[in-house]
């Protein structure tokens, strides 16, 4: 079946190291992948997205990377603060046809970051 | 949130009764999505839009049907409300001709099936 997993559920580290977030996925040939961050109560908000044909994407202090062999994406926050806790999510878009019909979007099931001081 | 609105943001329901929830944009983007969040599960699309009158079933599409008579409004019906269907529910956008198709989400509706 198809899956993605995010590996951790939650995941605590200090003030300043880097975060490394893992997303693993089955069964799927997506085009793109993207990271979103969500915030308690509040919908997703969109971060990085990285083609297939992309090994890394940096935005600021993140970094995406995406290894497509091994059906893996890592995300990096480096120097992290308090501020960059909340959840972040994984997802594939999944489209095999961009022009003909809308981009399906599956998303993993999160990992809950906390980063103490 | 992108100029995405949601209503009702919170509701409360008895089972057997029929909901509405309302999706409003305004970037006038051709492509909408609903989707249940739930602990464990993510994010799970429920259906989505590709134009006015144009729609499909996501993965969890049973007991849920939408309705989209002009570009702005995306509506979400339970047509008879369940316990199971007590989640939380996201309206997305998303323009894909612009470079990443990245979807933006409104704030969300918490519904409670009693």
């Known amino acids: 079946s198809q899956k993605i997993e995010q590996n951790s559920e939650a995941l605590n580290i200090q003030e300043g190291k880097t975060a490394t977030l893992t997303c693993n996925y089955t069964?799927?040939?997506?085009?793109?992948l993207q990271w979103y961050r969500q915030d308690p109560g509040r919908g997703p908000v969109f971060l990085l997205l990285?083609?297939?044909?992309?090994k890394e994407k940096r935005k600021e202090r993140l970094k995406v990377t995406f290894d497509t062999t091994l059906k893996q994406s890592l995300f990096h926050i480096t120097a992290s603060q308090p501020a960059d806790s909340a959840t972040y999510l994984c997802?594939?878009?999944?489209?095999?046809?961009?022009?003909?019909?809308?981009?399906?979007?599956?998303f993993g099931s999160g990992t809950r970051l906390s980063i103490r001081p | 949130d992108a100029g995405i609105t949601q209503s009702p943001r919170h509701k409360v329901t008895e089972t057997g009764t029929p909901v509405t929830l309302r999706c409003h944009q305004t970037?006038?983007?051709?492509?909408m999505y609903w989707y249940r969040q739930d602990p464990g599960h993510g994010l799970r699309l429920i259906h989505y839009?590709?134009?006015?009158?144009?729609?499909d079933k996501g993965e969890v599409s049973d007991g849920y049907s939408v309705s989209r008579s002009k570009t702005e409004d995306f509506l979400l019906t339970l047509e008879s409300a369940t316990s199971s269907q007590t989640s939380v529910y996201f309206c997305?956008?998303?323009?894909?001709?612009?470079?990443?198709?990245?979807?933006?989400f409104g704030p969300g509706t918490r519904l409670t099936v009693t």
């Open positions: 997305a956008i998303s323009d894909r001709y612009r470079e990443g198709y990245e979807q933006y």
């Open positions: 069964n799927y040939s997506p085009a793109y």
């Open positions: 970037e006038n983007h051709r492509y």
């Open positions: 990285i083609r297939e044909n992309e």
């Open positions: 997802a594939l878009d999944i489209t095999l046809h961009p022009y003909s019909s809308a981009s399906k979007i599956i």
């Open positions: 839009s590709y134009g006015v009158k144009d729609t």
